[in-house]
C-alpha cells in the first residue's frame, strides 16, 4: 500500500463519516450550501486527521491507556501512514523487519520495540504527527470565516483536541 491508497483507505474508514455528519448537522439546522460544504470539509479534514492520529495510538500507546492490544494493525496486516513512511525510507534490513511483521501477523520474529525503533530513527511517527496535524489545522482554517459563536469556538477546539489525545 502506498500513501495514496492509504488516504483513500481513511477517507471512506473515517473521514468520509465525519464529514457527512458534519453535513447532514448542517442539513437539519437549514444551513446554506456554502455552509454545508464548509462543514463538509472540516468533517473531512477532522476525519483525516482522527485516524491519522488513532493509527499512531496504536503503534506507540500502552494496553492499558489504549484499552486494546497495542500494535493491532501490524499485527492484522495493515500498513498505516507511519509504516509506509519508513518503508519508503528505511534500509533494506529495516524494510524486511516491517515486511516480516506485516506478513506474519505477529511479532514473533521481529519484536514490537524494535519496530518502534525503525519509526522513530526514519521521523516516521513524527511525520504522521505532523500530517495529522496538517488535517487538523485544514479542518480549522476550512470554517474560519463562519460567524463567531459558541458552535464554532467549540468546532476550533475539537481538531487540536483530536491531536493530543493519548487514546
Not at 35 to 45: A, C, I
Not at 82 to 109: C, K, M, N, P, Y
Not at 133 to 143: D, K, V
Request: aromatic share 6%.
Amino acid at each position: 500500500i502506498n500513501e495514496e491508497e492509504y488516504f483513500d483507505l481513511i477517507f471512506r474508514k473515517t473521514a468520509c463519516l465525519f464529514k457527512v455528519s458534519m453535513q447532514l448537522g448542517a442539513a437539519t439546522a437549514h444551513a446554506d450550501t456554502a455552509v454545508e460544504s464548509q462543514l463538509g470539509e472540516y468533517g473531512r479534514n477532522l476525519g483525516l486527521a482522527f485516524q491519522i492520529v488513532d493509527d499512531v495510538l496504536d503503534l506507540t500507546a500502552t494496553a492499558d491507556v489504549l484499552g486494546k492490544p497495542v500494535a493491532s494493525d501490524l499485527r492484522e496486516g495493515k500498513a498505516t501512514l507511519a509504516v509506509i513512511h519508513a518503508l519508503e525510507r528505511g534500509t533494506g534490513a529495516d524494510r524486511e523487519a516491517i515486511r516480516t511483521v506485516l506478513a506474519d501477523r505477529s511479532f514473533a520474529s521481529v519484536s514490537h520495540p524494535a519496530i518502534i525503533e525503525i519509526l522513530h530513527r526514519h521521523g516516521s511517527l513524527a511525520y504522521a504527527m505532523d500530517t495529522a496535524c496538517a488535517y487538523a489545522e485544514a479542518a480549522r482554517l476550512s470554517i474560519a470565516d463562519l460567524p463567531d459563536s459558541d458552535a464554532k469556538r467549540a468546532l476550533l477546539w475539537v481538531p487540536g483536541f483530536v491531536t493530543t489525545r493519548t487514546n
